[in-house]
């Protein structure tokens, strides 16, 4: 159920939910802060945006005595991460996350930087204070946090796995599909994290936007099925003929309004680029946005 912006939902014991004010076509209602732990420090999940009005409904949100002891950021979006600095200088807490704003891309993203757009969003100034590896494990008086290094819809996007929930970013979310705009996005990390995901078999997710996802495996499989069916829509519009990138997305998302075409073309064109990089798709003359796609 949608909760009004800068105030505490309790979600679980020991989590609760402040819900920032940043209501978007990409954001849903907004975005997700979470705060875990019932002893003297607690820890913050996703800062959210740098909005003074979020800052101090987390801030109010630390009972009396309680202190931040950890700053964790999913991702390098700045409605996610760029409240995070201005956070830690108020509560001395340190900002954990997987790297900066480029770390994590694949060699064919990190080879393709500027010739396929993207960088929507991105938090180009983040930088953690402390880096954490896939698996990373944090012992906090919450408990103890792993961090899963889930690419996919952002390079550097993490994972945190608590007790029997993950709080899931961007990754997975129960009212959309993730957007996957490359550079940022990655088709084929995003299958490879939704494995992983699956295979940890959580309880509950807890995403960056949106209600709590109460069955995962199903969400995570649906998700699964959704992407492998648009990929063979993309080869069935190919077969009919070469095409550029927004030709195709109109083809392909036949359902959509014009309004979401852009939106929906990152994602296209992060599929072309998976099956191109299985020889499926051959883009003319070169890889990039403004190619013309083909059937290899």
């Not at 995070?84 to 509560?91: E, I, P, Q």
């Not at 952002?154 to 599909?177: K, P």
């Not at 998700?223 to 829509?233: D, F, S, V």
Request: hydrophobic content about 40%; aromatic content about 4%.
């Amino acid at each position: 159920m949608q909760t009004r912006p800068n105030t505490m939902s309790p979600l679980a014991p020991g989590v609760i939910r402040i819900l920032a004010p940043n209501p978007s076509l990409m954001t849903y209602w907004g975005t997700n802060s979470y705060l875990l732990g019932d002893g003297q420090t607690r820890v913050l999940i996703d800062p959210g945006p740098d909005l003074a009005d979020h800052r101090a409904a987390i801030l109010d949100a630390l009972p009396p005595g309680t202190r931040l002891s950890h700053i964790l950021v999913t991702h390098a979006h700045r409605d996610h991460s760029e409240g995070a600095r201005a956070l830690s200088d108020a509560t001395g807490a340190p900002i954990f996350a997987f790297g900066d704003a480029l770390a994590g891309r694949s060699p064919v993203m990190a080879t393709l930087g500027d010739q396929v757009g993207g960088g929507e969003g991105v938090d180009e100034s983040f930088m953690p204070d402390v880096t954490l590896a896939h698996e990373a494990v944090m012992e906090t008086e919450a408990g103890a946090i792993t961090a899963l290094h889930t690419p996919g819809h952002m390079g550097n996007h993490l994972c945190f796995h608590w007790q029997d929930m993950v709080f899931s970013g961007d990754l997975v979310m129960g009212w959309s599909s993730s957007l996957i705009s490359p550079p940022d996005g990655d088709a084929a990390a995003f299958r490879d994290s939704c494995v992983l995901l699956r295979d940890l078999a959580p309880h509950r997710l807890l995403p960056g936007h949106g209600a709590a996802v109460e069955t995962p495996l199903e969400r995570i499989d649906f998700l699964l099925t959704h992407r492998a069916n648009r990929e063979a829509q993309i080869l069935k519009a190919l077969r009919q003929g070469p095409r550029a990138l927004l030709p195709l997305t109109q083809a392909v998302y036949t359902e959509l309004p014009a309004s979401h075409l852009p939106a929906a073309a990152r994602n296209t064109l992060a599929h072309l680029i998976d099956l191109t990089q299985r020889n499926h798709v051959v883009a003319t003359p070169e890889l990039s946005e403004n190619a013309v796609f083909s059937v290899a």
